[in-house]
């Protein structure tokens, strides 16, 4: 019997390792092909992921009225982020042979200064060839790997042309062959995919090659290698060749792709491929095993099973032996399993009572759930479900039409891996989202649903409301723009004819009514600019244009200017101090910070009828390269309540907003005010009482120029100081000062009373000191020394402050100066102030003709104008330089005698009739030759943003906006004469 056994276990043993051999085989075949399968799935995926980079980066422009260098880079880089495999993001815009010239030198103006158009034959960069129309490469990102295709000519050879027409035809994405990027120092495998972006501002218009009129197109630059080492690492398959291949008809089978491993020869049972059609194109993947994989893996499985199933039949021998003795024990272990059984059997169906009350959950709830098998097919579906798909039960559904889902959507992978997938799908005229969540442990795939029609509805509302939004703000701005100029243009009549009647022979009465006239041009000429102002900071193009300048004589011209205003009122006094330990020149927009200045001091002036209003300048912090300073306007006006105070510095607001309100004003200065020291990284506020006058405090971080040579002024030097105080060290350091900077210095003591010959009187308290006993003495001469102007000097630290006495003649109060520049400033300022000496800085006050400029006769000028008023004061302008023009009064005669008679200087308004001064710039470019430049400079009422760039851009040299600023126009001469006339050095 035992033999018996033995010879029938062998037999078997052959037998069983033959079919074990065989299902291994199948098994394996199996997971290979389903392996390829999904790395191919995968692969199809990941490249329609890569046309939609396309559709988003068409979308941003669809969106968009300019896109901007650094805009598209922002944009582009989350793009790069997720998709590393992508070289580069392209923009490629349409460029008519007609355009060329305008559109380089445009971009070289702008950002890229050597741009220029080429081409690639043979592998070699060239510049590129005369052609009807270009499709250059402007932006690409990232710009620095990029750099080198900036300028290609995407449309350079004939492959791409054609592909270029067959895209913007039948506007869908395009794949380009396989080609070599010249921006990379490896020869990677990759392809160019494009998409047309067409102009949906003027989607009817006309364009080249017919209509939409095509934009440009946007194109990606997908490395192939880098895609696909990309998914083989997510894969982990290291056991196959794989082939990627174009096989698009018509064209050469070209290889895009091979992992490099070397498949197994001869056997082609595990040989898989598949073909796909992507962005125009028919690329084939095919897979075979590398030797000693899958082909060979079931070879050891024969002797193996003939041994494992030997050692269990010497098992089977041993346990026949012993089968009789454990029979007995068999039967008692049946017994007590059974008694188990029935004991399980009973917890199991109190489990599956309970199962059973959470099953019902979903069956009950109002949103559609279902649930799904590997294969798609519905196992469960709830009645809401039921109802809204109108299937009469869940079995033999298929969940891929059900929900219009992509059939690349493998349902098994998501139960392996716990995946969760949202898909977006419209049904019956509803918007739904449905979230499939993959559950290995119920091995199935759980499917929930939401209504999101309402939701969808109110985005396209808020799109639309955007919209509108951007509509209505491009019509602001086209308002505001066309209301300067139409206001500008009398405007420039009204004060070019002051000032022209102002240097005529007027009587008094005549000379103050010109006066009056002027300043109230020039105070109308203020509220427009502070409406444009608020207009650019709206647009959030407001910006500083820092610059060196002196501290100190900046504030020394606001007060100036505002005691000029406020000269009127006898009972009004204003005072200004600046701390000496503040650096002169500093670095920052010194006519923002004016302009900050006198609009608080102007307000302090208005609200203020008797009193003191002062300006206190004092240093927060100094870092050696920058400081930060606090300017304090106080006043001793009306105040303000705190509901006045909670009104400040919004737009249109003021603190007396009644129709009966004493003091006028737009509103906009306090706005303009904060935007600008915000710009200034500093902080505005006040601090008032009602009645009791008011404090507008700002602080503002600003730039120290760089140290220069401090040389003796010709102001100060020569003039005679007063110096009082005692004999410290302090005060005859100070005094040396004053004679390094070439001042006379004589040493009073504070009881002189007798006449003195000087200019000045310099009081000087070094050192903590609180004799406020003597600080009164000091600042109270006596005598003849009482009528000088005082400067009192005392240090930041000082126990007591000053009280002026009734009558002082104390001009102004700083702090101990540390360097000599300091206190030159500082006598200058005073001295000035009290009219002992002359300054050299501009001053509203009126000047006597200066004479014409030297040789101006010399040159041919022609005023192109159609105003007859403004056309008068300019010929008034150029004949006080010596100038004699003639004149046109529109673009086209202007274009006719510059033909007729070439001119070397054109003063061109922009906007007129017949044509503007804009054609008219572009018309005298095209006849012209560079030997023959004619200098031409625009005279416009436009003064937003962006008017100066669309005068330079369309040919024109230089630009004046109006009113006419007779200084600004006089250099602008004087450079222009000095160009033309100096000799040129060989």
């Not at 305008?102 to 950002?111: I, K, L, P, Q, T």
């Not at 299937?391 to 959507?409: F, K, M, T, Y």
């Not at 006040?686 to 009645?691: I, K, M, Y």
């Not at 100070?734 to 390094?740: I, N, P, V």
Request: with cysteine; net charge negative; hydrophobic share 40%.
């Amino acid at each position: 019997m035992f033999i018996a056994v033995i010879v029938l276990s062998v037999a078997g043993s052959l037998l069983a390792g033959i079919a074990a051999s065989v299902w291994e085989r199948q098994r394996n075949l199996a997971e290979y092909r389903f392996g390829c399968s999904r790395l191919s799935s995968d692969i199809q995926s990941e490249l329609k992921r890569k046309v939609d980079v396309l559709y988003a980066v068409r979308s941003y422009f669809d969106s968009s009225t300019f896109v901007e260098r650094s805009e598209f880079e922002t944009f582009c880089a989350y793009q790069l982020r997720e998709h590393p495999d992508i070289e580069g993001i392209l923009w490629a815009p349409l460029v008519h042979d007609t355009d060329l010239d305008n559109f380089v030198e445009s971009v070289r103006a702008n950002d890229l200064p050597d741009f220029t158009l080429k081409r690639i034959e043979d592998n070699a960069v060239l510049p590129e060839l005369d052609r009807d129309f270009y499709y250059p490469v402007l932006y690409a990102a990232p710009e620095e790997k990029n750099r080198p295709i900036i300028g290609f000519n995407i449309a350079g050879y004939p492959g791409r042309i054609e592909m270029i027409r067959r895209s913007k035809a039948s506007n869908i994405p395009l794949a380009s062959r396989r080609i070599d990027l010249i921006q990379v120092d490896h020869k990677d495998s990759s392809v160019v995919l494009l998409l047309p972006v067409f102009d949906n501002q003027n989607p009817s218009g006309p364009g080249y090659e017919g209509n939409p009129q095509i934009m440009g197109f946007i194109e990606v630059l997908l490395n192939l290698d880098h895609f696909n080492e990309i998914l083989l690492a997510r894969h982990g398959i290291t056991d196959r060749a794989i082939v990627i291949d174009d096989r698009t008809p018509g064209e050469a089978v070209t290889e895009l792709y091979s992992n490099g491993l070397t498949s197994q020869p001869g056997n082609q049972t595990f040989d898989y491929s598949h073909d796909m059609e992507f962005a125009g194109r028919s690329w084939r993947i095919s897979f075979r095993p590398v030797a000693g994989s899958f082909a060979t893996s079931g070879r050891g499985a024969v002797p193996l099973a003939i041994g494992i199933i030997s050692f269990i039949c010497l098992l089977i021998i041993t346990y026949l032996r012993d089968l009789q003795m454990r029979n007995i024990e068999i039967v008692e272990l049946v017994e007590q399993r059974t008694a188990g059984l029935l004991a399980m059997q009973q917890a199991l169906r109190e489990e599956q009572r309970r199962t059973e009350n959470v099953a019902n959950i979903p069956r009950v709830n109002p949103f559609p759930i279902m649930r799904c098998d590997r294969e798609g097919g519905l196992v469960f579906a709830n009645n809401a479900a039921c109802m809204f798909f109108d299937i009469p039960c869940a079995e033999g559904q298929n969940l891929h039409r059900l929900l219009d889902i992509p059939d690349s959507v493998s349902f098994d992978e998501m139960i392996e891996e716990d995946l969760a997938l949202q898909v977006h799908t419209e049904l019956k005229g509803r918007n739904f989202n449905f979230l499939l969540f993959g559950i290995s442990q119920q091995n199935c795939v759980n499917i929930y649903s939401y209504d999101t029609t309402a939701h969808n509805e109110m985005e396209m509302k808020l799109m639309e409301a955007r919209r509108q939004a951007e509509s209505a703000n491009v019509a602001k701005s086209q308002f505001l723009a066309n209301m300067s100029h139409e206001i500008r243009t009398p405007m420039n009549g009204i004060i070019g004819m002051a000032g022209l009647l102002r240097e005529s022979r007027l009587s008094p009465e005549q000379t103050e009514y010109i006066e009056l006239l002027d300043s109230s041009a020039n105070f109308l000429l203020q509220i427009i600019n502070d409406i444009l102002d608020f207009s650019k900071i709206e647009a959030g193009k407001l910006e500083l244009d820092p610059h060196e300048f002196s501290l100190r004589d900046c504030v020394r011209d606001v007060v100036t200017l505002i005691g000029l205003r406020a000269q009127s009122n006898a009972r009004l006094r204003i005072e200004k101090r600046v701390d000496a330990g503040i650096p002169d020149r500093l670095v920052a927009d010194s006519g923002r910070l004016r302009q900050v200045m006198i609009n608080l001091l102007g307000n302090a002036v208005k609200f203020t009828e008797s009193g003191v209003v002062s300006l206190d300048v004092s240093l927060i912090h100094n870092a050696g390269n920058q400081v930060k300073l606090l300017c304090r306007v106080a006043d001793t006006g009306i105040g303000l309540s705190d509901e006045q105070i909670a009104r400040l510095f919004r737009p249109f607001s003021q603190a007396d907003s009644s129709t009966t309100r004493r003091y006028g004003g737009t509103g906009l200065g306090l706005t303009i005010s904060r935007q600008l020291v915000e710009l200034m990284h500093g902080d505005i506020g006040v601090e008032s009482q009602n009645g009791r006058g008011s404090t507008f405090w700002f602080t503002v971080l600003l730039d120290v120029a760089d140290a220069r040579q401090d040389k003796p002024s010709r102001l100060v030097s020569g003039c005679r100081v007063l110096l009082m105080g005692n004999n410290s060290e302090a005060v005859t350091q100070l005094a040396g000062t004053c004679r390094e900077l070439g001042i006379i210095v004589e040493r009073v003591p504070v009881s002189e009373e007798q006449r003195r010959d000087a200019d000045l009187l310099l009081c000087c308290l070094p050192g903590t000191s609180n004799n406020a006993g003597g600080l009164e003495l000091m600042l109270s001469p006596r005598g003849e020394l009482a009528s000088l102007p005082q400067l009192l000097i005392m240090p930041a630290d000082c126990l007591v402050q000053p009280i002026l006495p009734p009558g002082s003649n104390l001009r102004e109060i700083t702090g101990w100066p540390e360097r000599s520049q300091d206190l030159r400033t500082a006598i200058e300022n005073l001295l000035v102030d009290s009219g002992q000496i002359v300054s050299t800085a501009p001053r509203d006050l009126p000047q006597a003709p200066e004479p014409p400029l030297p040789e101006a006769g010399e040159l041919r000028v022609l005023l192109v104008e159609d105003n007859a008023v403004n056309r008068r004061i300019a010929l008034r302008l150029l004949e006080q330089n010596g100038l004699k023009a003639d004149t046109a009064e529109n673009g086209q005669l202007a274009c006719d005698a510059h033909i007729a008679a070439p001119y070397d200087l054109i003063l061109m308004d922009c906007q007129m009739p017949v044509m503007d001064g804009y054609e008219a710039t572009r018309q005298i470019r095209g006849t012209e030759d560079l030997q023959n430049h004619v200098h031409i400079i625009a005279m416009t009422a436009n003064a937003l943003a962006g008017d100066r760039e669309r005068c330079l851009e369309c040919g024109m040299d230089d630009y004046i906006s109006k009113p006419i600023d007779r200084d600004l126009l006089k250099d602008k001469l004087r450079e222009l004469i000095s160009g033309r006339l100096s000799p040129v050095e060989g």
